[in-house]
């Protein structure tokens, strides 16, 4: 496996709050998508089309993630607002963590090619923890 990341969750915030984390750490963000970006995206309002749909900003060795809880999916708690990222090191690699790392729990994406060019799923486990897992070639 390459590496384990965080990804922040928001109710809207995204970019507000890591605007103040660069203000502090320095840098710059390497990745920044908005739910508009989404090839083929349903029929949305002009607010929810500028919610982050992932954004990325290096600290040291680690890649902190944000996202903004799409609508119709809830709002985001503290204690339900983060997610752990599985960054790995083949497509055959993801599959075996997300079988069973997902196995009881809730699949929310299955293991898929996606627009943004990552082998990636989505659940939550049997113990309420959420989990991405990602492959990139």
Do not use: C
Not at 13 to 38: C, P
Not at 42 to 59: D, N, R
Request: proline share 4%; glycine share 10%; aromatic share 12%.
């Amino acid at each position: 496996m390459k590496a384990i990341n965080i990804t922040l969750v928001y109710n809207g915030q995204t970019e507000a709050a890591f605007n103040f984390y660069k203000s502090v750490f320095g840098g710059e963000f390497s990745n920044l998508q908005r739910m508009k970006d989404i090839p083929g995206a349903p029929p949305m309002s002009a607010e929810e089309s500028e919610k982050i749909l992932h954004m990325s900003f290096p600290i040291g060795s680690a890649i902190l993630m944000g996202m903004d809880m799409p609508a119709g999916r809830g709002t985001v708690n503290q204690g339900n607002n983060f997610m752990l990222t599985l960054d790995t090191s083949s497509e055959e690699e993801a599959t075996k963590l997300f079988n069973g790392l997902s196995a009881d729990g809730t699949v929310m994406m299955p293991m898929a090619h996606q627009f943004w060019g990552s082998f990636f799923g989505m659940f939550t486990d049997k113990f309420g923890i959420q989990w991405m897992v990602s492959y990139v070639k």
